[in-house]
């Protein structure tokens, strides 16, 4: 257990490894533009090329194509419902602080509350392999911690522009990453033998769910908002190459 927890605990601290690259340099409108928009495109990728589909194929051995597409479905359409309650609940830009840093800084928290949901069930997951196969669960928690990194650069980027402040960047990244423990911790401890791969597997397809309102609703339109389409639309393929690589090493 101990040796389980260590690596999970090393995969989510990679978040913060790519948070601290990420405060080296206050970018501009113009590196926010594009910072914004590659964590709309990791948050695509990661949900529509890794969460969903591992859903979907968990649903398809057990039931039929039309009962396993409408329960994945469901879900997802669940967490587009959820993540549009999340936004609603958050104050607006002006709570925050200027007009455009308030922007910035209220889209930060959004993807990093988004992430914190995804790291969960991603913890619980490298717990699992961990305890049933240490080596499998290695592998697992080093290509988690490689396609975290980007992660970690997608929370850290707009803290540090909306606040100057690179301690508040770093602990925003770290939070976010510290969730892949505590999400090994809920599925050992508080949950016991509850959990189980069936529903972590569905939290996944929930919050991918979230993870789509979030960047079609918040990180693209605050992008575009930021600079010119050609960027955000850049830092969106960036977004994308980075998470197809970090989930072809998951593979």
Avoid: Q
């Avoid at 101990?2 to 690596?7: F, G, N, Q």
């Avoid at 619980?124 to 290509?143: K, Q």
């Avoid at 992660?151 to 990453?177: D, I, M, Q, W």
């Amino acid at each position: 257990m101990l040796y389980a927890m260590l690596a999970t605990t090393l995969a989510g601290l990679s978040t913060a490894l790519g948070g601290a690259l990420g405060v080296l340099r206050r970018p501009g409108r113009r590196g926010m533009a594009f910072s914004m928009g590659f964590g709309a495109g990791i948050m695509v990728a990661v949900s529509l090329m890794d969460m969903l589909p591992a859903a979907l194929g968990k649903y398809l051995a057990a039931f039929s194509p039309l009962r396993a597409g409408m329960m994945a479905a469901s879900l997802v359409l669940l967490g587009l419902a959820a993540g549009a309650l999340l936004e609603k609940l958050l104050p607006e830009e002006a709570a925050f602080s200027g007009c455009e840093e308030g922007r910035v800084l209220r889209s930060a928290l959004v993807t990093a509350l988004a992430l914190v949901g995804h790291n969960l069930p991603e913890g619980a997951m490298t717990l699992f392999a961990s305890l049933e196969d240490p080596a499998v669960g290695v592998r697992l928690a080093v290509a988690i911690g490689l396609h975290n990194l980007p992660e970690g650069l997608a929370v850290a980027l707009p803290v540090l522009y909306a606040t100057k402040s690179r301690g508040r960047a770093f602990l925003a990244a770290l939070a976010s990453g510290l969730a892949e423990p505590a999400g090994a911790l809920l599925a050992w401890g508080l949950l016991g033998g509850r959990i189980t791969a069936g529903v972590v597997i569905g939290m996944a397809a929930l919050v991918s769910g979230v993870m789509c309102w979030v960047s079609t609703a918040e990180l693209l339109p605050t992008a575009l908002s930021l600079g010119k389409k050609e960027t955000a639309a850049a830092g969106f393929g960036a977004g994308l190459l980075a998470m197809t690589l970090g989930i072809a090493l998951l593979s």
